[in-house]
């Protein structure tokens, strides 16, 4: 008769699903890099003393975002370009396109402050809103790298809850600056 312990998976083999969906280490970086960066405009942006404008601040968060996506897509083509490795055949265009998870995680925080412009609320509910959102945001896209790496759940969790403590330092900096 076969050892129970034989059917038990180790906690640190990620399962065959996550095996299978396993997205690109580019794409779970520029998602992370995105919410920190969206989280870091939006709360720079929300300056106290200045005539809300929820609208222009969705639209520089949207084009900065654009334009980070499109600088490291292209500082990986020149990397490329430079590299000794002359055998790479990957295009300069498909290079940069890797970059729209950056631009897919702002999404949210462009919409929230598009709906302080359409007045379901205030814009510096708005930022708050979209902070909040963005921390919960990290913490998820943590875990998932974690797992996708195929850590177990309690270290999943806790490199999500590290993540998100990015979001958390970002949304206390601006209580204290604001």
Known sequence: MPDRA????????????????RPAEQSLFSGIYGLVLASALVAALDATGEEADPG????????????????HGYAHV???????DSSATTSGLRLVLAEWPLVAVVL????????????????????????LFNAVALF????W???TAGQGWPSSCRAGGL?????LVI????ALIH
């Open 6 to 21: 034989d059917h038990v998976r180790p906690e640190s083999v990620a399962p065959r699903w996550i095996l299978r969906h």
């Open 56 to 71: 222009g601040d969705a639209l520089w968060v949207l084009l900065t975002a654009l334009a980070s996506g499109a600088a």
């Open 78 to 84: 020149i990397a490329q370009r430079a590299s000794a």
């Open 108 to 131: 949210p925080t462009v919409g929230i402050l598009l709906a302080a412009v359409a007045g379901w609320w205030a814009e510096a509910t708005a930022v708050d809103v979209a902070l």
């Open 140 to 143: 998820g896209w943590g875990t």
């Open 145 to 147: 790298a974690a797992r």
């Open 163 to 167: 993540d998100m403590l990015i979001g």
């Open 171 to 174: 949304i206390g900096a601006n």
